[in-house]
Structure formats: C-alpha cells, structure tokens
C-alpha cells in the first residue's frame, strides 16, 4: 500500500473509532429527555406546553391560544386525578361546556417520564390530538400537569371555543 494510502486508511479509522454508533446518540437524547423531565416543575411544563401550543399553530397561521382561568381549572384538576390515581382517562366535558360558558370543547391528555417537547411531538403525532391543538374555532387554552409519586407526568389540556 502507498505511504498515502495508510494515511487515508488510518484518518478513516480515526474517524470511525471516534464517532460514537447511532444507538449511543439516541441513549444520550433519550437520558437528556428523562432528566429535563426529573427537573421540570408543574408551571415550567405548562409553560413549556403553551408555547409548544402556540408555536405549532403560529407555523400555520393559526392565532395563538390564550389561557382561560376556566379552562386551566378543570385541566390542572384533571391533571392531579389522575396522577394521584395514576389511571388514564379523559374527563367528562359537559361541565366545562356549562360553567365556562363554551361553545366547543376539546381535550388532550397524555401521561410519560417526558419532557413537555416529547409529550407534545407525541401530540403532534396523533392526528385526533394534532386537530384539537390546530383547530381554530379554539381560542383559549387550560393546561394542568402533575407528576405522580413514580415520577410520570399527567399532562391535561383542555380547550375552549366560544
């Protein structure tokens, strides 16, 4: 082999050796994902779920939601429920539709050792959940998260049209 082609062949080795295999990188991420969850609070999640929201509806020219003290009631209440039992469920809409005064109501509900940005790619995910977050007869928003004595979140959000 010519002088240049043990460099070539060692530099390729090097390289090789170096990069870590594609499984390694998704542990990483994965490891970053539980621990940004481990380290969430219940307003930073919900925070962090309102301007994933908003974004995705702002990429399509949607208005953003607002959030709606009604809303956030029943989803933060919901949010706790569930958690406490850690059973997995949707709640019944019709008092929402009763005591805020809503036209339309819809609702998301989704449970993991996840941060907010996988919880809501999740969402992204699922045509039903994805139509409740891009629907534009919502206007306003309540979100609720909690987590349960094992750690995973409950994430509620409950949406309000008039």
């Given at each position: 082999?010519?002088?240049?082609?043990?460099?070539?062949l060692?530099?390729?080795?090097?390289?090789f050796?170096?990069a870590p295999?594609?499984?390694a990188?998704?542990?990483?991420?994965a490891?970053d994902?539980?621990?940004?969850?481990?380290a969430?609070?219940?307003a930073?999640y919900?925070?962090?779920?309102?301007?994933l929201v908003?974004y995705?509806?702002s990429?399509?020219?949607l208005?953003?939601l607002r959030?709606?003290?009604?809303a956030?009631a029943?989803?933060a209440?919901?949010?706790?429920?569930?958690?406490?039992?850690q059973v997995?469920r949707h709640q019944?809409?019709?008092?929402?539709?009763?005591?805020c005064?809503?036209?339309?109501?819809?609702?998301?509900?989704g449970?993991?050792?996840v941060?907010?940005d996988a919880?809501?790619?999740?969402w992204?995910?699922s045509a039903?959940?994805?139509?409740n977050?891009?629907?534009p007869?919502?206007?306003y928003i309540?979100l609720g998260?909690t987590?349960s004595?094992?750690?995973?979140w409950?994430?509620v959000?409950?949406?309000?049209g008039?």
């Amino acid at each position: 082999m010519r002088r240049g082609g043990w460099i070539g062949l060692a530099l390729w080795m090097a390289a090789f050796a170096a990069a870590p295999p594609a499984w390694a990188a998704a542990s990483v991420r994965a490891g970053d994902e539980r621990a940004e969850a481990r380290a969430a609070t219940p307003a930073s999640y919900e925070t962090r779920l309102l301007e994933l929201v908003n974004y995705e509806r702002s990429r399509r020219g949607l208005q953003p939601l607002r959030p709606r003290a009604c809303a956030d009631a029943y989803a933060a209440r919901w949010s706790t429920y569930l958690a406490r039992n850690q059973v997995f469920r949707h709640q019944s809409l019709a008092p929402m539709l009763r005591s805020c005064g809503a036209r339309q109501v819809g609702e998301n509900i989704g449970n993991g050792s996840v941060s907010a940005d996988a919880m809501m790619k999740v969402w992204m995910g699922s045509a039903m959940h994805r139509a409740n977050i891009l629907n534009p007869r919502f206007g306003y928003i309540g979100l609720g998260a909690t987590r349960s004595s094992s750690g995973r979140w409950y994430a509620v959000q409950d949406f309000v049209g008039f």
